[in-house]
């Protein structure tokens, strides 16, 4: 079989043969086109020369497919409707829609958004799926890689290359201990806070969160008795402990009254946290990744202020 030189073909006739081979008929190919009639010959006259065969013959009764010009007429139809998918921005319903997104967080993004965001795709989008997937706290690793589509947590320390990243919301440290605690209801003070043992939560590369930063420039120093990288497992084993625990106010607060937790304001201040949501560049134009984004800072925008403690 003879391959076709691609390069040198010009595209639009293979519009104007599908026209010629619906119609049989110069002029009425021509009108469908907005073409003058010499024209429309003259595109004939290359289609012969490009596929080596008349196409169309002329006889008593007018214009008559060939053998080759029937063979063509299912694949050119295949051929112009890929032509079509792949020149057209392609549309997104939410509602028929059955994507599967993968979203890279800590417990913390799945606590608090997915809730609230799980809620709202049950009642817009039905049959998307979501995939947690753990996160190693400063990475964006997974969503260079193309492993998840989103990240959720706090801006991450390596390269950002190729990603977007946009605050999702903003956050804080308070202190939660067990109800039984002697501090439970009791003022807390700096040096109540120092005065007792802490549990802390670090990332999975060890780094000191911005407490001990506070405490180390003000030349002081607490008494650490448990590490944990795991932000709910860490609150739900402080019932029947004297330990104090630096924790996040929007996930101590979803957990407190369960566990019969006390959450305090820290007594000295501290940055924020901003929680971000992260993915690739590669998925910015993407109707189906564009609107997912729109229902994460939906969820973001409607957690409700934390009451104040």
């Not at 010499?38 to 006889?59: G, I």
């Not at 801006?155 to 109800?179: A, F, I, K, N, Q």
């Amino acid at each position: 079989m003879q391959k076709m030189n691609l390069a040198s073909l010009d595209l639009n006739l293979l519009v104007a043969l599908e026209v010629l081979l619906q119609e049989c008929h110069i002029s009425n190919s021509a009108r469908r086109l907005n073409m003058s009639q010499p024209t429309m010959s003259r595109t004939l006259s290359r289609l012969r020369d490009t596929f080596n065969d008349q196409l169309l013959v002329r006889t008593p009764k007018g214009y008559v497919k060939t053998p080759r010009a029937e063979e063509l007429e299912e694949p050119l139809a295949l051929t112009l409707m890929a032509a079509q998918r792949t020149f057209t921005r392609q549309s997104f319903d939410p509602k028929t829609a059955n994507n599967v997104f993968r979203i890279s967080t800590l417990d913390y993004g799945e606590a608090v958004i997915l809730p609230i965001l799980t809620q709202m795709l049950r009642k817009s989008a039905p049959n998307i799926e979501l995939e947690v997937q753990n996160r190693d706290t400063y990475s964006i690793s997974d969503i260079q890689s193309g492993k998840a589509d989103f990240a959720i947590g706090v801006m991450p320390r390596g390269p950002t290359e190729g990603c977007v990243l946009e605050e999702l919301l903003e956050d804080h440290y308070v202190c939660v201990m067990c109800s039984k605690h002697p501090l439970a209801h009791e003022p807390l003070t700096l040096e109540s806070f120092l005065d007792h043992d802490h549990s802390i939560l670090v990332s999975n590369t060890n780094v000191n969160i911005p407490i001990e930063s506070w405490l180390s420039d003000v030349g002081m120093k607490r008494q650490i008795v448990r590490r944990s990288c795991h932000f709910l497992a860490s609150l739900f084993s402080l019932k029947d402990t004297k330990m104090l625990q630096t924790s996040v106010k929007r996930l101590a607060n979803l957990v407190a009254d369960g566990q019969n937790l006390v959450v305090k304001e820290l007594p000295f201040e501290v940055r924020p946290i901003q929680v971000y949501l992260t993915w690739h560049l590669r998925n910015n134009d993407d109707l189906a990744h564009k609107w997912f984004r729109e229902q994460m800072f939906k969820a973001a925008n409607s957690l409700e202020d934390t009451p104040p403690i």
